[in-house]
């Protein structure tokens, strides 16, 4: 079993609809937790942090459930340049930061 | 550009054939990440730095594999008589520890191809 586990997708949605992806970890002694965005053939880059309060930045939000050891990202009003694959990253207490990443959930946003 | 810099970006060897890549982190991290990432994955933890020291090396870190960081900036990765299983993006991030969890900062990856 993957320590990070996401549903590859591809999720296909239209411009304006809301679309969720999620994310479960298997270690408990988790300590921090991320979104990352990956386009095409690009490096990662950090989308936003996931806090244990849940989060918002404009149209994205997240949320963390420690109990069920799930993340989740939540984007409304989806544009056509959402379309990317998006990482779920932990990192484990003690591994001095070391990202571990899920397989990444493809999003493609049509017209 | 003050981002982290990888070069080359792509490399075709052949089969046995060793190659070096190098990274060059954002001025004044101290920390160096490698991860690598096949087609349809996420990365995947390699090794890294805190300034020129090694802390930890992962288990997919074979003896073919070897990286330096020798004063503390830019970093070099070798993997010595390459497989086809060593194809693979190579991607380097590099951040600023001060106690708290740091943010990563990727560069854009060298892309191997092994023949």
């Known amino acids: 079993r993957k320590e990070v586990e996401q549903d590859p997708g591809p999720f296909n949605v239209p411009e304006g609809a809301t679309v969720a992806f999620n994310c479960t970890y298997s270690?408990?002694?988790?300590?921090?937790f991320f979104w990352y965005r990956q386009d095409c053939r690009k490096e990662p880059k950090l989308l936003m942090s996931?806090?244990?309060s849940g989060n918002e930045d404009g149209r994205f939000t997240a949320q963390l459930n420690r109990a069920s050891q799930y993340i989740s990202l939540l984007i409304r009003d989806s544009k056509l340049s959402d379309s990317a694959t998006y990482l779920c990253v932990v990192i484990y207490t003690g591994t001095a930061s070391k990202l571990t990443f899920g397989t990444g959930t493809r999003l493609q946003v049509t017209l | 550009d003050t981002g982290v810099s990888q070069d080359p970006r792509h490399k075709i060897t052949k089969r046995g054939q060793n190659v070096t890549f190098r990274c060059d982190p954002i001025?004044?991290?101290?920390?160096l990440y490698w991860y690598r990432q096949t087609l349809g994955q996420g990365p995947e933890f390699l090794t890294y730095f805190q300034n020129e020291a090694q802390l930890e090396k992962s288990r997919l870190l074979s003896d073919r594999f070897s990286a330096e960081r020798p004063k503390g900036s830019f970093s070099t990765l070798e993997i010595q008589r390459t497989e086809q299983g060593d194809s693979a993006m190579y991607l380097c991030?590099?951040?600023?520890?001060?106690?708290?969890?740091?943010?990563?900062?990727f560069g854009p990856g060298t892309r191997l191809t092994v023949l």
């Open positions: 991030a590099s951040s600023w520890v001060a106690g708290l969890p740091d943010t990563q900062y």
């Open positions: 270690n408990s002694a988790s300590q921090s």
């Open positions: 996931v806090y244990s």
């Open positions: 001025s004044e991290h101290n920390r």
